[in-house]
C-alpha cells in the first residue's frame, strides 16, 4: 500500500504555543487528504477534509481558526494547532485518498501532542 | 446517514482459538465497508475492504469478513488466533465524498 509520512511523531508544548503536523505522502499524489483526532481508547473522530485546489471543510464543532489546514501539494499537508490547550492533547491522524478512484484511504502513523 | 457499531468493546481469545469482531451498520445506500487495525502509537492499516462483488472479502494476516445486507453486518473472523493480532480494531463505512465513519472499536487480546 501507499507510504504517508507525519512529522514529529510526538511534541510536548506549552499551553497557548502553536503546533504545526507535517502530513506526506511518499510515493503518490493525493487529490483528498483527512484530519483526524483520536483521543485515549476512543475511536477516530473527522477533523476536516480538503482537496487539492481548494479550502478544508471542516467537521461540525471543529473550529477552523483553531485548526489550520493547508494542502499546501499534492503530497504534503499540514495541520497547525493554534494557541493550543491542553484540552486539544490528542493523537491527531492523516490520511489520503488517491485521486485514482480508489475507495481505500491511506493512514499516516499519527502525531501524539501533548500540551501543558 | 451512515453509522457503525461494534459490539463489545474489548474481546478476548487464546491462541488459536476463533476470532470474531462484530460490526453492523446503517446506511441509506449501498455500503462501502472497511476494518482497519491499530497497533499502539500507530496508525491504520487496511485489514479488508467490501465495496461490490463477492460477499466474502478476505483480507491480510488470515482474517475475512462477510457482508451481509439483510443483517446489516460485516463482521471480521480469522481461524486461529495470533499473538501478534492483539491490537485495536475499527469498522468502518465510507460517506459521501470517501469520508470514512468509524465505530468505537474493539481491542482484541490473545493469551498464550
Known amino acids: 500500500g501507499a507510504v504517508v509520512s507525519q512529522h514529529p511523531s510526538r511534541v510536548i508544548c506549552k499551553s497557548g504555543t502553536s503546533v504545526k503536523i507535517e502530513c506526506r505522502s511518499l510515493?503518490?499524489?493525493?487529490?483528498?487528504m483527512f484530519w483526524y483526532r483520536q483521543f485515549p481508547k476512543q475511536s477516530l473522530m473527522l477533523m476536516a477534509t480538503s482537496n487539492e485546489g481548494s479550502k478544508a471543510t471542516y467537521e461540525q464543532g471543529v473550529e477552523k481558526d483553531k485548526f489550520l489546514i493547508n494542502h499546501a501539494s499534492l503530497t504534503l499537508s499540514t495541520l497547525t494547532v493554534t494557541s493550543a490547550h491542553p484540552e486539544d492533547s490528542s493523537f491527531y491522524i492523516c490520511?489520503?485518498?488517491?485521486?485514482?478512484?480508489?475507495?481505500?484511504?491511506?493512514f499516516g502513523p499519527g502525531t501524539r501532542l501533548t500540551v501543558l | 446517514a451512515q453509522s457503525v457499531t461494534q459490539l463489545g468493546s474489548h474481546v478476548s481469545v487464546s491462541e488459536g482459538a476463533l476470532v470474531l469482531l462484530r460490526c453492523n451498520y446503517s446506511?441509506?445506500?449501498?455500503?462501502?465497508l472497511f476494518w482497519y487495525v491499530q497497533y499502539p502509537n500507530q496508525g491504520l492499516q487496511l485489514l479488508l475492504k467490501?465495496?461490490?462483488?463477492?460477499?466474502l472479502v478476505k483480507g491480510i494476516n488470515g482474517f475475512e469478513a462477510e457482508f451481509k445486507k439483510s443483517e446489516t453486518s460485516f463482521h471480521l473472523t480469522k481461524p486461529s488466533a495470533h499473538m501478534s493480532d492483539a491490537a485495536e480494531y475499527f469498522c468502518?463505512?465510507?460517506?459521501?465524498?470517501?469520508?470514512?465513519?468509524f465505530g468505537q472499536g474493539t481491542e482484541l487480546s490473545v493469551k498464550p
Open positions: 446506511s441509506s445506500v449501498p455500503p462501502y
Open positions: 490520511s489520503y485518498r488517491p485521486g485514482t478512484g480508489d475507495n481505500e484511504q491511506f
Open positions: 468502518a463505512v465510507m460517506r459521501w465524498g470517501g469520508k470514512l465513519i
Open positions: 467490501y465495496t461490490t462483488g463477492a460477499t
Open positions: 510515493d503518490f499524489q493525493a487529490t483528498t
